[in-house]
């Protein structure tokens, strides 16, 4: 398996507190890969370190090696780096404009282009997600009027219009329906095939049905790594709780 | 329900109409001092820029059943057209640089520095304007006057207006820097203030695909944030228009000349309403003091007109935001 990113002793401090205490971890191309792990340990600052959205947080300290494609992400220019990174959030976040201006915002920021090439790339984008159909007489609606598992799979094709390589979603259907869910679940098996996406969840079930390689972290360190999700040779007694009661 | 609590009910009802009825009562109270200057002058007053008080040693003439000084006619377009400009000036240097400050605060401070910078900001609002008009007569007017404003004339001259004559180094230039000094605080902390409200999601949002710092800023001043950036340069522009002292020192005091260039002297409405005041108070027929007035009421109007105004493009800036946007 190619490895697209590596992280090595990744340390996240916010003034004293730790949050991400010498991390390490790989990233595989082409593959979904999860991070599984109890709320406040650390899988979203993650994410937000291999954007470079801590950049934005100054009071946030970033310590460790981490490489993108061969290159220390620090010599990365960051707003460079997050075209190739995409991000999703956990609650969807449109922004306050119309269906198509949402998707084609980010390709305007980058480039000139023209109508006819825009109008293919949104259509491009939202087919990808499955939205076209939903949504093709009504682009020039407001992105709100969307239900939530819409306006999700609005924000991925806003991502996906600017061809990341990587896709980071942060607990994407967090906030869903579960047919939604179904839906964007069902959505990240087929992105692998062009995009790498990483999947931060708490959500085993979920990991079960998309993950292809599954990492566990707690109190910001990754304790397992598994193809699949299942985790042998586990030591800490906190880490096996804890499991214990995601199986549950 | 007993007796003290009817009282205290009935009392702050009362207490509730105190400030439209303090709004009515000015009005009232200006509109009745300035009748008999808006039925003297009619239209004149809006057309003519000459203020002339007439000759007070000779008997009064009984003019539209008003008794005033003959030759007395009460033109204020000098002052309208001085205050305009001087009011435009500064927003127009105030807002850019007000939009940057923030910019940069909200942007590249950390936050443990970005309150206190912005503490100092707002207390910049708080010196009195009489400073202001102190720093630009010692250390603003030779400035423009030996050095600015010549070069401005020699090298902007194909601009209209920029070719004129320059005299003193008091006018429109001076006053229209002082009051961008005194509202670019007003404006920057509205601007902050309100860049920081953005939501976080929305911001990360941005940020996540590409967005520079620079077009973060952007789309936040004319989305987002499109109400209070309004609000902020309308709040900065109500200041302008009435401020009085500042303007009175370094306006130049003309008077019956209109502008020709940027470095005309300029006499704005509320710079004139103080400088004349004394005179018309002394004058017999009371017409000069009632003059006054109706400058006085005309700028109230002005003011009201644009916070008004400033509440209904900020509130249809808003709804707009929901309809559709481009960047």
Redesign the interface.
């Given at each position: 398996m190619e490895k697209i990113i590596e992280i090595r002793d990744l340390k996240v401090n916010a003034g004293k507190k730790e949050i991400i205490n010498g991390l390490d971890i790989d990233i595989y191309a082409n593959r979904v890969n999860t991070i599984v792990g109890p709320s406040g340990g650390g899988k979203s600052t993650l994410l937000r370190c291999l954007?470079r959205?801590t950049d934005?947080e100054?009071?946030i300290r970033v310590n460790g090696n981490v490489t993108f494609q061969g290159k220390n992400l620090m010599d990365y220019d960051d707003?460079?780096l997050?075209?190739e990174i995409?991000?999703v959030?956990q609650?969807p976040?449109p922004?306050?404009?119309?269906i198509y201006?949402n998707v084609a915002?980010?390709l305007?920021?980058?480039a000139k282009v023209s109508k006819s090439v825009m109008d293919m790339m949104v259509q491009n984008a939202l087919e990808e997600v499955g939205l076209y159909d939903e949504v093709r007489d009504n682009l020039?609606r407001?992105a709100?009027t969307l239900s939530g598992g819409q306006q999700q799979r609005l924000?991925i094709a806003?991502?996906l219009i600017?061809r990341p390589k990587v896709l980071m979603m942060d607990e994407p259907t967090s906030s869903l329906d579960p047919v939604s869910k179904g839906r964007i679940e069902d959505l990240i098996k087929g992105l692998k095939e062009k995009y790498t996406v990483i999947l931060v969840t708490h959500d085993m079930s979920q990991a079960r049905k998309v993950s292809d390689y599954t990492n566990l972290i707690y109190n910001g360190k990754i304790v397992a790594s598994s193809e699949g999700t299942e985790f042998t040779d586990i030591e800490d007694q906190d880490v096996k709780d804890y499991l214990g009661e995601l199986a549950e | 329900m007993d007796t003290k609590n009817k009282f205290f009910n009935f009392f702050t009802f009362l207490m509730s109409l105190v400030p439209a009825l303090v709004l009515i009562t000015i009005l009232a109270f200006v509109l009745f001092y300035a009748w008999p200057s808006i039925v003297f002058n009619g239209t004149t007053f809006f057309t003519s820029y000459i203020w002339n008080v007439g000759i007070s040693s000779r008997p009064p003439v009984l003019v539209r059943g008003f008794l005033v000084p003959p030759n007395a006619s009460f033109g204020a377009l000098l002052f309208i057209e001085s205050t305009l400009i001087s009011s435009a000036l500064a927003i127009l240097i105030a807002f850019p640089v007000s939009f940057l400050v923030s910019l940069g605060v909200e942007m590249y401070?950390?936050?443990?520095a970005k309150r206190p910078l912005v503490s100092l900001i707002e207390l910049f609002a708080g010196i009195p304007s009489v400073v202001y008009g102190l720093w630009g007569i010692v250390v603003l007017e030779p400035l423009l006057l030996n050095t600015i404003e010549p070069w401005m004339r020699s090298n902007m001259y194909f601009i209209p207006g920029f070719s004129g004559e320059v005299l003193t180094g008091s006018g429109i230039i001076a006053s229209g820097l002082i009051l961008s000094l005194m509202i670019a605080p007003i404006i920057t902390s509205v601007m902050v203030n309100s860049f920081d409200s953005a939501?976080k999601?929305?911001?990360?949002?941005?940020?996540?695909?590409?967005?520079?710092k620079w077009?973060l800023g952007k789309y936040l001043a004319t989305?987002?944030s499109r109400s209070s950036t309004y609000g902020g340069a309308l709040l900065g522009l109500g200041r302008a228009l009435g401020e009085t002292m500042a303007v009175l020192m370094v306006g130049g005091g003309i008077v019956n000349v209109l502008p020709s260039s940027i470095y005309s002297g300029i006499n704005t409405m509320a710079a004139a309403i103080v400088a004349y005041l004394d005179s018309a108070i002394g004058q017999g027929t009371g017409i000069n003091l009632s003059a006054l007035a109706e400058l006085s009421l005309f700028l109230m109007v002005i003011s009201l007109a644009v916070n008004l105004l400033g509440r209904r493009i900020a509130g249809r800036g808003a709804l707009r935001?929901?309809?559709?946007?481009?960047?």
């Open positions: 954007n959205l934005l100054p009071g707003v460079e997050r075209r995409g991000m959030f609650r976040n922004f306050p404009m119309s201006d915002f980010g305007k920021l980058q020039k407001h709100n924000c806003r991502a600017l | 401070l950390p936050a443990r939501p999601e929305i911001k990360q949002g941005l940020v996540s695909l590409g967005a520079t077009e989305n987002y935001g929901v309809e559709n946007d481009k960047l």
